[in-house]
């Protein structure tokens, strides 16, 4: 991260001018303190990004600079460094909020990798937190609803898009909330004061596509009586959001791709060329590699239209998720009556596939919410979990939410060493923890019996 500033707190002057030195070469803006006061008078003077500190200091410690900074500054990355390895004092650290901790003599391309992997990861929370303040503003926090690391990475990925007037084309299945995602680009980005124009494909007739996005001029087909200004038009300075953009004609196609290109169009039967300054997103549950391979779509407008592309995983693939938007949905339904799910009826929530994704888990519990007259909700207000079939991957018999999250968790973990081949390091990026704080949680379930996600015989090599 060039310009990011570092304060670097050692009180051995030698140590700390080899590591300020390495640090300016790495592009960094370096501060350093000796001990203790140096660094609280430096701290509140200067906008600092990430701090480097000894664990021992002649008028301190590093742990009490970490309670005080974290005090004030929760979201800073605090990393600490020791010359006498005292786990038990690391966890200490880490308890209190320490990003990570590097034992001396100190490997310096090791300190790299972790200040580039700290300040990232600060970056994207910083961001996250201003794209829902954001998004809050414009009444769409409450829409995205996560807890899981595939979604957060998903809505940290838009918050980046939404900066630029770049295509995004969104992909999941039905109910998963791309337009959701894309409302919330939206109003994350410049044009946000500006109208967000959604135009259903999949609810039109093909020969009104072509005249709702482009207008058309009096007399340009029969029944055209008057002149009609279409979607892009309309939506002059603003985001037009093309849902289902799988079914648009072919013909049409040439046309939606001659505005990504050139920004220009033509009403139907008009011959006035008309700018378009519209920012497009659209979105998909077809497989659009295969509608190529079949000729109905466009390979020149499928990379024309993801430019940058974001696939929203199904809710049976972030399950975690399901608590959180069970207790928005309770509250946006039955905010006069303080309802409860039943245990067994979470076990059954939590295994259910949702084959309709987050739209089928809302109308489910409006539905429970409106006919129930108990002010616990069981299975049987949960009639769709009953007719289909539940997750074969789903431990049986009941379990607390607090196992079933914890066996989630196992199968993550799982999936992202195999998908690394065992190399933790990359695993903890994908899954969005620290190497240690993945090595601690490896170590929390190697004493838990779990066959099937296999987490018992992995080591922390």
Known sequence: MPEATILVIEDEASQRQALCGFLKKKQYRVLEAAGWQAALSTFASETIDLVLSDMRLPDGSGEEILEQVKAVRPDIPFILMTAYGNTQQAVSAMKKGAADYITKPLDLNELDLIIQRELERSTLLSENRVLREIIGQQGRAQDLITESPAMQAVVNTALRAAASDATILILGESGTGKEVLARAVHAASPRAERVFMPIHCAALAEGVIQSELFGHEKGAFTGAAARRIGRFEQAKG???????????????????????????????????????????????????????????????????????????????KRREDIPPLLRHFLRKYGPRRPLEVSREALDRLMKYEWPGNVRELENAIERAVVLSREEILTSKDFPCCANRPVSPSSPAGRQTLGEMVAELEKTLITQALQETKGNQSQAARLLGLTERNLRYKLKKYESVESPRTGLDHLDES
């Open 238 to 316: 603003g985001t037009v959001f093309i849902d289902e953009v799988g079914d648009i004609p072919m013909n049409i196609q040439v046309q939606l791709l001659r505005v990504l290109q050139e920004k220009i169009f033509e009403r139907v039967g008009g011959n006035q060329t008309i700018q378009a300054d519209v920012r497009i997103l659209a979105a998909t549950n077809k497989d659009l590699r295969q509608a190529i391979a079949r000729n109905e779509f466009r390979e020149d407008l499928y990379y024309r239209l993801g430019v940058i592309t974001i696939e929203i995983p199904p809710l049976r």
